[in-house]
């Protein structure tokens, strides 16, 4: 089992605090992005100097197919930012990160090679006063190229949710983990109030999922509870290690910040993340669905 001394460990590596950003503000070879949802009430207000701007919608998507960039377009977009092989790319997020983990994990499924994240991302970085610029700064082409295979063992899609809802043979289980409040868990609401117009057709959960909301990983400030935190959490819901543990929520933003908080702070093996989520499950016909609680 990781213990609190491997949690500092991957921390450094991949989770890094507002400190160690402000030290490395100047560093050639980071490229830091902040990825909006509203990037006009945000980044164009001032954001961490240097950083690059990642619209979720339009940079990290592809609206005619309904799927995540494709590789060829996620290359593009890190020449064009600067990006080289070698480079650190560092995220951060909006709001409580649910963007930049989104990012983070794109990166992961495409195999980047060093990526990390700020733990309480903008709101933390605001609160704290620290040096905010509204100067965008445009970067020398960069040679990056995607040539890995895409790490499908952190994705999952509707087909494979649905060809193992009834799974029961021996070894481990595969366990879903709804992130979603639990007004939109047991059928109430569709969406949340602050996204009105993104409801589905119909409300509730894929059935046997477990539902620990996304906030329930994170403190006041927006960064993560510690392993020991994150650690009763999950395990005192049947969220073990030694199982297959798939996320999801709406749109697959919240479930990435738990998917993140599972794969890289607590080091579970097998951890995916559902980005069709429940925008897809709880619009297609025959798909089944549960109302109320378990």
Not at 22 to 43: M, Q, S, T, V
Not at 79 to 88: I, L
Not at 250 to 258: K, V
Not at 280 to 287: D, F, R
Request: proline share 4%.
């Amino acid at each position: 089992m990781t213990t609190e001394l491997d949690y500092k460990n991957i921390s450094s590596n991949i989770l890094v605090d507002t400190n160690w950003m402000e030290d490395h503000l100047y560093d050639e070879n980071i490229r830091i992005f902040e990825i909006d949802y509203d990037f006009k009430n945000n980044y164009l207000e001032g954001h961490i100097p240097g950083a690059l701007l990642l619209k979720w919608k339009e940079d990290l998507n592809n609206y005619l197919t309904r799927d995540i960039l494709s590789r060829r377009s996620y290359q593009k977009l890190l020449q064009k930012s600067g990006v080289n092989n070698k480079t650190t790319v560092v995220l951060y997020g909006d709001f409580n990160n649910w963007f930049a983990t989104f990012a983070f994990w794109i990166f992961k499924y495409y195999q980047f090679n060093d990526v990390r994240l700020i733990d309480g991302g903008r709101s933390k970085w605001i609160k704290e006063n620290r040096i905010t610029s509204k100067k965008i700064i445009k970067f020398k082409k960069g040679d990056f190229i995607s040539s890995l295979p895409r790490n499908e063992n952190i994705r999952a899609s509707y087909n494979y949710i649905l060809d193992n809802l009834w799974y029961s043979k021996e070894g481990p289980k595969k366990i879903l983990l709804d992130t979603r409040s639990s007004d939109e868990y047991v059928g109430k609401i569709s969406a949340p109030p602050e996204y009105p117009d993104e409801n589905t057709q119909r409300g509730g959960h894929i059935p046997g999922a477990i539902n620990i909301p996304w906030e329930n990983a994170i403190r006041g400030d927006g960064t993560f509870k510690t392993y020991s935190e994150l650690l009763n959490l999950y395990s005192s819901k049947g969220i073990t290690p030694d199982n297959e543990i798939i996320t999801y929520c709406r749109i697959g933003e919240r479930s990435s910040l738990t998917w993140f908080a599972l794969k890289y702070i607590l080091g579970y093996p097998n951890v995916k993340n559902y980005d069709g989520s429940w925008t897809e499950w709880g619009n297609v016909v025959h798909s089944p669905i549960k109302r109320g609680k378990k």
